[in-house]
Nanobody
Framework: QVQLVESGGGLVQAGGSLRLSCAASTRTFSSYHMGWFRQAPGKEREFVAA????????YYADSVKGRFTISRDNAKITVYLQMNSLKPEDTALYYC???????????????WGQGTQVTVSS
């Protein structure tokens, strides 16, 4: 079992930045691909970004490409999501997840955090 705890969410004005962190509970963290997903009120959960086990490959949703950056530090068993140029439509509950593939498909991830709220005001 892997426990994931997100932090770093908050309220920010449009155009601002936030950095989300997701700390894992396991030293086998480097064996998992990691992803970030988000869910806005009344909408389905959607893929945001994913990163391979070694951090060598990253994948992004078109809606965040060029604005968000996913990274990981396996020594600190933490994955990050740097979010720049935030827009009101980025407002959502952001989740990190661990799985066996850096995929856009949420059911391929086995472990999920509780989420951290990001609110972007216009």
């Amino acid at each position: 079992q892997v426990q994931l705890v997100e932090s770093g969410g908050g309220l920010v004005q449009a155009g601002g930045s936030l950095r989300l962190s997701c700390a894992a509970s396991t030293r086998t963290f480097s064996s998992y691909h990691m992803g970030w997903f988000r869910q806005a009120p009344g909408k389905e959960r959607e893929f945001v970004a994913a990163i391979s086990r070694d951090g060598g490959s990253a994948y992004y949703a078109d809606s965040v490409k060029g604005r968000f950056t996913i990274s990981r530090d396996n020594a600190k068993i933490t994955v990050y999501l740097q979010m720049n140029s935030l827009k009101p439509e980025d407002t959502a509950l952001y989740y990190c997840a661990a799985g066996q593939a850096p995929t856009t498909v949420d059911r391929r991830y086995f472990f999920w955090g509780q989420g951290t709220q990001v609110t972007v005001s216009s």
